[in-house]
């Protein structure tokens, strides 16, 4: 006996359909028709069932696996007039199918004859009718006994049959995410290894090869979330603040769901969990480059439009040119930092504000430099920046102040009081006014400028600090008009007098602990500096 009849009677089917031949006469057509039934029943030992996929089983055009909780299903599917074929997982439950992954975006088959595989390394492929490749995942960790499984989350994963673990998966489809961020996956850095895994919009809604936009995290200076249209910024949703990226104020936790930021020495990413596992959500980036929130309304079995951004012009990057802020509800939308002025009044007179502002008077590192708090802002690009998440802000003002680099500081962390410390080293970039979504910003200014500002604004407040607070744009800082000055320091009497500052006089008050520096312009006004 040869080894194909052995290992054929090590077949019990097959054991079955010898021995029903040899106890029958049977004709031809019987022989034929016996024959395609055990063919066909040894072609089901091989098609993958339920949510795994084991070596040498696969999927074929026309078959799905679903999740264990039949949350998702991954099989071949076509996308609008195209006759192009891809694997991908779609949503299982909800009717209108919505794909949320595609494997062979940039190598789509033409036929339905497409086979998904998995073999014994452990290597998902796709293969066309001639058994070519064109398209295979890239885990290359030997492993004895692989499996790939579609889990509820709607990752599809490749580990040991043995190991469930997060941490061991071989492969996943989370680290290449395409267009679509869903609960659990990680968008990020893993720093060890390098991999990088961001959002990739489509061509367009009926065409998965990579379009023109991508969002990720740029990890230069203090780390922030952009969309780039090619290489190029178009929209930034701004650094982690503690709470939210800052210039997305409505991309925050809710009720449904909740982000959460991680930022070590050996990751950096950010992800989202559902705190109701019966809503339905994702993000999408559109071939347009806008970031979406979807939510499924299972009641009118629709995907409604949740959030969305870019929302307005002041969303586009650097509208406004260096030290120029962007405010939606002003017109012109565009207007200089106070110190500044625009670089080119001939272009902003025209709405071309690209040229930004510039300083009035420029820093020299020189004593008696100061700075300007400026309230509810977008904080500017932070690509040439530095931080530090474990220093005061008084300690982070007095680093600024040291390097004459600095332009600005503010914190890392706008939970509670504030903490952390970053300094900007270049340039103000891309600054937004957000009003109470807004923080606070340190801007730093010559000397002779900061009494300057201080006369234009008439009256402020000099703070513990040293620092200048206008009493437009920050609602702590109290304003007084000369008689309540004069009758907190007797008259402005020589027994309040403390001294006499580089700015001028030195008072005490009578009735507090304040002291003021004050300069009298006229009978009617008194400078605080």
Known sequence: MDSNTVSLKKKPILQYVLKLMERTSTTSASVTLIFCIFVFSLSLNSIATEDIIRPNQSVRDGNTIVSAG????????????????????????????????????????????????????????????FDNVVWSSNSSTPVNSPVAQLLDSGNLVIRDVKDSDPANYLWQSFDIPGNTFLPGCKLGWNLETGLERYLSSWKTDDDPSPGEYTNRIDPNGFPQLLTRKGSAIHSRAGPWNGVRFSAAPNFKSNPIYEFYFVSNDKELYYYYKLLDNSVSTRIVLSPSGSVQRWVWIEKSQIWRLYLSGPIDDCDRYKLCGPYGSCNINRSPKCECLDGFEPKSQKEWDVADWSSGCARKVELTCADGEGFVKQS????????????????SLDECKRLCLKNCSCTAYANTDIRGSGSGCLLWLDKLIDIREQG???????????????????????????????????????????????STLASATNGFSTDSKLGEGGFGAVYKSIRSSEVFVSEIIDDNVCILL
Do not use: C, H
Not at 86 to 110: D, H, S
Not at 376 to 391: A, C, E, H
Not at 461 to 480: H, M, Q, R, S
């Open 70 to 129: 039949g949350q998702f299903e991954l099989g071949f599917i076509g996308l609008g007039n195209s006759t192009n074929r891809y694997v991908g997982i779609w949503y299982k439950k909800i009717p209108l199918k919505t794909i949320v992954w595609i494997a062979n975006r940039e190598t789509p088959l033409n036929t339905t004859s497409g086979l998904l595989k998995l073999n014994t390394n452990g290597i998902l492929v796709i293969l066309d009718s």
């Open 376 to 391: 509810g802002l977008i904080l500017p690009d932070t690509q040439s920046s530095w931080f530090d998440r474990n220093m």
């Open 436 to 482: 109470e979504n807004g923080q606070d910003l340190y801007i730093r200014m010559a000397a002779s400028e900061l009494v300057k500002i201080a006369r234009i604004k008439r009256l402020l407040y000099l703070d513990d600090d040293g620092d200048f607070g206008n009493g437009d744009k920050d609602a702590e800082l109290p304003l007084f008009d000369f």
